[in-house]
């Protein structure tokens, strides 16, 4: 039986995976080979590839954040942390448009223009978790909605709006850990428009 990964790949032939749990996210044990030959196993979390887009303002310097809660943060006693908005890519979609998507949902943005910004791997130490990156420009028009996220799936998001030059800051301090992904976006949008930046 082949084993599909999530975003519907298939792992290398020679790559022995058992299944420890399947459900919205798998949970695989994989062996491994070193170059001397000794084999081993590592644990694999595979939820498929994702996205995250951060969305600025250009004429007031402010970005579209969102906070919600969040277990593993919970759990590992740190604090709610400002994130772009982000959401897995559904079967058969487009990372742009589910980036779209993500961003009516989430924030309330309704855009069209998108500019990639890069792919990522979260920790691969660990994940399977690629996240294709996209930066935004948006003005006080495109805020068609309340954003806050589907009710369905319990997100309990809160939109904030905040100065580029905060969020900066934010990523930029060693005491409160940020969001790796949207500290990656910050610093490709501060390397693409310094002008946004005191």
């Known amino acids: 039986m082949t084993r599909l990964r999530k975003d519907g790949g298939a792992p290398p032939a ?10 919205w996210m798998d949970l695989h044990l994989v062996g ?29 310097r402010m970005a579209l954040l969102v906070t919600m809660p969040r277990a593993a943060i919970r759990f590992a006693g740190g604090a709610p942390v400002l994130e772009a908005p982000a959401g897995i890519i559904e079967a058969g979609e487009d990372a742009a448009d589910c980036a779209r998507r993500e961003l009516v949902e989430e924030a309330g943005l309704e855009i069209a223009d998108l500019e990639p910004a ?31 996220g589907l009710e369905s799936e319990n997100e309990n998001i809160t939109v904030v709006e905040t100065p580029l030059d905060a969020l900066w800051d934010l990523c930029e301090r060693a005491d409160i850990p940020s969001d790796a992904k949207t500290r990656v976006l910050a610093q490709a949008l501060r390397a693409r428009r310094p002008d946004l930046f005191s």
Not at 17 to 23: A, D, I, N, Q
Not at 33 to 50: I, K, M, N, Q
């Open 32 to 60: 491994l080979a070193g170059p001397d030959g000794v084999t081993y196993e590592r644990y694999v979390e595979d939820h498929g590839r994702a996205v995250a887009v951060l969305p600025y303002n250009p004429g007031t």
């Open 118 to 148: 890069g792919a990522i791997w979260m920790s691969p130490g660990t994940t399977t978790e690629r996240i294709d990156l996209f930066l935004a420009a948006y003005d006080d028009a495109q805020r068609t909605g309340a954003g806050g």
């Open 14 to 23: 020679d790559m022995p995976v058992r299944t420890v749990h399947s459900g």
